[in-house]
Nanobody, 124 residues
Framework: QVQLVESGGGLVQAGGSLRLSCAASGRTLSIVGMYWFRQAPGKERAFVGAINWSGINTYYADSVKGRFIISRDNVKNTVYLQMNSLRPEDTAVYYC?????????????????WGKGTPVTVYS
């Protein structure tokens, strides 16, 4: 089993930045891909980005490309989501997820493990 705990969410003005963290514990060596998803009120959970174990390969949703950056610190077993130039439409609960075998643009139903989420609110 793998446990994922997100942190770093909060309230931010449009144009600002936030950095989310996802701390992984347990059988982390069994994980190939680490993911971020988000779910806005009244909407389905959607892919935001992903990163492989080495950190070399990253993937982003078109809506965040150029604004968000995924990185990881394997010593700390932590994945980060640096969110810049935030917009009100980025308001959502952000979830960390993990896939044991794949990294890429995948859907929420494909994930093996989930965190409980951290809320982000962007106001104009």
């Amino acid at each position: 089993q793998v446990q994922l705990v997100e942190s770093g969410g909060g309230l931010v003005q449009a144009g600002g930045s936030l950095r989310l963290s996802c701390a992984a514990s347990g059988r982390t060596l069994s994980i190939v891909g680490m993911y971020w998803f988000r779910q806005a009120p009244g909407k389905e959970r959607a892919f935001v980005g992903a990163i492989n174990w080495s950190g070399i390969n990253t993937y982003y949703a078109d809506s965040v490309k150029g604004r968000f950056i995924i990185s990881r610190d394997n010593v700390k077993n932590t994945v980060y989501l640096q969110m810049n130039s935030l917009r009100p439409e980025d308001t959502a609960v952000y979830y960390c997820a993990a896939h044991r075998l794949r990294v890429g643009v995948l859907g929420p139903d494909d994930m093996d493990y989930w965190g409980k989420g951290t809320p982000v609110t962007v106001y104009s």
